[in-house]
């Protein structure tokens, strides 16, 4: 007869209950065993020569990289730290306890090295020493200790290159009571190739370094320690958008304060404008800077030199305007250089063609005649003068009255006839002194014109002038930051 197959299930069910239980009973022996007698403490180093050191291997695996505060100078780093070490304390025969060679035990029941993080810049090293989790132990006394941990350590951070940086954070673990007679690290290893991405840096690569120091407090001991380097490179892209590019077509709005014309009256005020443009990005520099004189950040030096730009444009500006309005005569080695020499070097065409200011011919047509006037105040008044002593002369004198001679006279020209003077002769006078007076009025505006297009195409030269010193200046600097940028070199430049 076939057995059924239930209870071919419960025989099974009752065979591994038997081995659970008797695998369970085997482990609280082997823990009361080792834990509940005289023979163990976690108070003291598991060694049972006291001049043997602990020998302590040290692992450090980078998780991620949380955050790297430049003003502060720190950084913080999600590790997955590991200690291993042999307790003495904690061997035993696996046959004795059914081939049990592996247990799981809290780390508060058993000895700890009291490696703590030399740099902490935050919290106490309780984490550290006092992490509660599973421990490792296995039958040859070897304890394997792993744990999760954020640290908050410093980190010296090189702003010379900023934000085109390579930084270089140390993480200092070591034993804080013992020295290397007690607790040693001959074995250690560090590894960042399993880091979770961040969106600001870049890591290089993490390397690890024993070194043993002797302090000054305590003579004749070596106190071993381990230090992790990191190596990030910062992602400067978020930085060239919302910092460089910016501060870059902000200097390139200066190159416009020279081509607007001067009697827009909008030169000055430009130039003011993108200066308090550059001066508030430079805070939002400065905010996220340690306040430190060692360096000064690649970017700081950029919108310096570019406010120092900006601020010589606006100065030659104004002596630009302060030229474009001025009234009085031009030097004439004035003309020569900025209206004869610069002007062609930048060709620039200026006219230097100039009226006469003291003489208008008033063109007849009709008869082919021309008059000649001479814009000065004493003539009019000599004319006059003339006049009325010939009237005096033609009224007491001989022939007055005679009909040919009279007129051989209106015929003759004014300033030399001698015969009386006739309303006709009066209005020709007037006639001609408000004629000479106009042709002084314009002559003098000409004249004053003539001024104001030379001292206006003085400032134009000018204009061109600065704006080409300015073009320069830009492109030497861009391209003295750029040579800087592209050194390739993450520290301090010699």
């Known amino acids: ?9 419960l025989v099974f069910t009752s065979l591994l209950l038997s081995e659970v239980v008797k695998g369970s009973n085997e482990s609280k022996r082997l823990i009361k065993d080792l834990f509940e007698t005289d023979s163990y403490s976690k108070l003291v180093r598991p060694v049972i020569n006291e001049s043997t050191p602990v020998l302590v291997t040290f692992e450090l695996y980078l998780a991620s990289i949380n955050d790297v505060n430049e003003k502060f100078q720190t950084i913080t780093t999600m590790v997955w730290l590991t200690q291993r070490w042999t307790d003495e304390y904690l061997m035993w025969d696996p046959q004795k306890y059914n081939n049990i060679s592996t ?3 809290p780390s508060t029941m058993l000895w700890l090295p009291d490696t703590v993080l030399y740099n902490k810049r935050s919290g106490d090293n309780a984490q550290l020493m006092k992490t509660e989790t599973l421990m490792i132990v296995n039958s040859d006394g070897s304890v394997d200790w792993s744990a999760p ?4 350590s410093q980190c010296k951070i090189n702003v010379y290159y900023y934000p085109f940086d390579t930084q270089k954070c140390d993480m200092v673990f070591g034993s804080w009571q013992h020295d290397a007679r007690y607790i040693d690290y001959p074995i250690h290893e560090a590894d960042a190739s399993e880091q979770e991405p961040n969106g600001e840096w870049e890591t290089l690569g993490m390397v690890g370094l024993r070194k043993a120091n002797e302090f000054s407090c305590c003579p004749g001991k070596v106190y071993p320690d381990l230090t992790f380097t990191l190596r990030i490179r910062r992602k400067p892209l978020f930085y060239v958008v919302n910092l460089v590019i910016p501060c870059a077509l902000i200097s390139a709005m200066s190159m416009v304060e020279f081509i607007l014309p ?3 009256g909008e030169k000055v005020s430009l130039g003011i404008t993108v200066l308090l443009s550059l001066t508030v990005f430079m805070l939002v520099v400065a905010e996220n800077m340690p306040a430190t004189s060692d360096d000064i950040p690649i970017l700081a030096r950029y919108y310096i ?3 120092f730009l900006v601020s010589f444009s ?3 500006t104004v002596l630009v305007l302060n030229l474009h309005h001025r009234r009085y005569p031009m030097p004439k080695w004035m003309k020569e250089i900025f209206l004869g020499v610069l002007a062609q070097v930048l060709c620039i065409n200026v006219d230097k063609k100039r009226r006469g200011a003291g003489t208008y011919n008033i063109g007849l047509p009709s008869r082919g005649h021309h008059i000649e006037l001479m814009p000065t105040a004493s003539g009019t008044a000599a004319e006059m003068e003339f006049m009325l002593k010939q009237e005096e002369l033609s009224a007491t004198g001989p022939g007055h009255g005679h009909g040919h ?3 051989h006279q209106n015929n003759a020209p004014i300033n030399s006839r001698t015969g009386p003077i006739t309303w006709k002769d009066r209005i020709h006078l007037e006639i001609l002194n408000n004629i000479r007076y106009l042709a002084g009025r314009y002559a003098e505006k000409a004249h004053e014109e003539q001024t104001i297009n ?6 134009k030269v000018m204009d061109r002038f600065f704006l080409c010193i300015y073009v320069v200046c830009v492109v030497v600097m861009d391209g003295v930051m750029g040579m800087q940028i592209l050194r390739k070199d993450p520290d301090h430049p010699s």
Do not use: D, Y
């Open 314 to 316: 606006t100065f030659m």
């Open 1 to 9: 007869m076939e057995p059924k197959l239930p209870q071919i299930l």
């Open 405 to 407: 001679n009279h007129s």
């Open 103 to 105: 247990f799981r035990i």
């Open 305 to 307: 030199t570019t406010i």
């Open 149 to 152: 941990l954020t640290f908050v």
């Open 454 to 459: 030379e001292w206006q195409g003085v400032a």
């Open 262 to 264: 001067c009697n827009s």
